[in-house]
C-alpha cells in the first residue's frame, strides 16, 4: 500500500509557553497538491520546518513519504524538493553554480540550463547571485527544487517577490509537476492563489489546523461566509471572493 505524502499525528512545537504549533494532525495523499492557508505567524513554516527536520518537535509524530524525517534524513531529503519561505543565496556563486550544489547533493544528472529555463532564468546562468531581484532569488529556489525531480515539492510562500507572470509560472510548474504524478504542499496566506491550484485546503489559525475540504466543502459547511481575524484585521470570506479567489477586507 502506498504511504501518504505526508502524515502527522499530533505534531506540536513549543518555544516555552509559546505554542507554535498545536497538535496538527493531517494526512496529505500521493499525487495530490495540498493548500496549507493561514496569516503570517499561523504556523505554517513551523510545520514544515518539522517535515524537513530544520526543527524537532515537542510532541507528536511525522511520515514523509512513508519515512521517518528525524531518523531516515538522507533518504527523505533525497525524495523531497524545498522551496523555502527564507532563502539565502551564496553572494558569489552563479545561478549555475547554486544548481549544481543540489545536483552534486542529489547525485542526479539534472542539465542547470534545462532548470532555469523552467523558471525563467536562462539569461542569468552564469550571473552572480548577489545581482538578483527578490524575484530572481525565488526562481532560482524553486530551480533548485526541482532537482531530481521530487515525489514531493514543498513550497513555502512560493508566490513572494514574484510578479503576475512569476505567479502564473509557479502555477504552471505546480500543474506540470502533478502531471508527473508528485505532490505538492504549499504554504500561503494568499487565499486566490490556493484557490486556482489546490485539490484541498487545511486552514491554519494560531497553531491550529481550525478547517481542511476543498473550497467547495469549505463554503458549504461555512454557509457561504466564514469570518476569521488575520493579523488583528478583520476579514470577510464570502462565496464570491472564495471562487474568484478576492478578499474584501
Not at 129 to 147: C, H, K, N, P
Amino acid at each position: 500500500m502506498t504511504p501518504p505524502a505526508i502524515q502527522t499525528d499530533g505534531l506540536t512545537k513549543r518555544y516555552g509557553s509559546t505554542v507554535a504549533l498545536n497538535d496538527l494532525s493531517v494526512t496529505v495523499d500521493q499525487g495530490e497538491v495540498y493548500g496549507f492557508l493561514g496569516p503570517n505567524g499561523a504556523g505554517k513554516s513551523t510545520t514544515i520546518n518539522l517535515l524537513m527536520n530544520y526543527t524537532k518537535p515537542t510532541d507528536g509524530t511525522a511520515q514523509v513519504l512513508g519515512y521517518d524525517p528525524w531518523n531516515d534524513v538522507v533518504a527523505c531529503h533525497q525524495r523531497v524538493g524545498i522551496l523555502p519561505d527564507r532563502f539565502d543565496t551564496y553572494s558569489d556563486l552563479s545561478a549555475r553554480r547554486h544548481l549544481r550544489l543540489v545536483i552534486d547533493t542529489k547525485k542526479t544528472n539534472d542539465d542547470p540550463k534545462t532548470l532555469l529555463e523552467r523558471v525563467g532564468l536562462s539569461d542569468a546562468i552564469n550571473q552572480s547571485a548577489d545581482e538578483f531581484s527578490q524575484g530572481m532569488e525565488q526562481r532560482l529556489a524553486l530551480a533548485m527544487s526541482l532537482v531530481g525531480q521530487p515525489d514531493l515539492l514543498i513550497l513555502d510562500e512560493p508566490f513572494t517577490g514574484l510578479d503576475p507572470h512569476g505567479v502564473a509560472l509557479i502555477r504552471d510548474i505546480i500543474e506540470s509537476e502533478t502531471e508527473r504524478g508528485a505532490t505538492v504542499f504549499f504554504s500561503s496566506h494568499v487565499l486566490g492563489q490556493v484557490g486556482l491550484v489546490c485539490d484541498r485546503v487545511g486552514i491554519l489559525h494560531q497553531g491550529q489546523l481550525v478547517e481542511e475540504g476543498t473550497l467547495a466543502d469549505l463554503r458549504d459547511r461555512l454557509d457561504l461566509t466564514a469570518n476569521a481575524t488575520v493579523e488583528d484585521i478583520f476579514v470577510e470570506l464570502t462565496d464570491d471572493s472564495i471562487r474568484t479567489g478576492e478578499v474584501t477586507r
